[in-house]
């Protein structure tokens, strides 16, 4: 298996996690969530609104072209392994 397959594997498997973000002032943003993977496009789906922080700080910027990663989800499994995406 290789080794950027398990923790995608890994983070399949669960729901709950915790996203962690940057606000626009910089400050980190971290707040528990329940999320649903999607393999095939290698993202987590997270229910928000608008006028939550998380909401916010996902959907600013959104008219960027390049890529750029705006959230990291941490997910504590059964044995202490900890995977990210």
């Not at 606000?23 to 997270?46: C, I, M, Q, S």
């Not at 006028?51 to 959907?59: A, E, F, P, Q, Y």
């Amino acid at each position: 298996m290789a080794a950027e397959q398990q923790p995608l594997e890994l983070i399949a498997v669960h729901q709950e996690g915790v996203l962690a973000a940057v606000t626009r002032n910089g400050y980190p943003h971290l707040t528990n969530v329940l999320y649903l993977w999607d393999a095939d496009e290698r993202t987590a789906g997270v229910s928000t609104t608008a006028d939550r922080v998380k909401g916010s700080i996902l959907t600013r910027d959104r008219l960027l072209e390049s890529f750029q990663w705006k959230a990291c989800l941490r997910v504590q499994c059964d044995d202490d392994v900890v995977a990210a995406a």
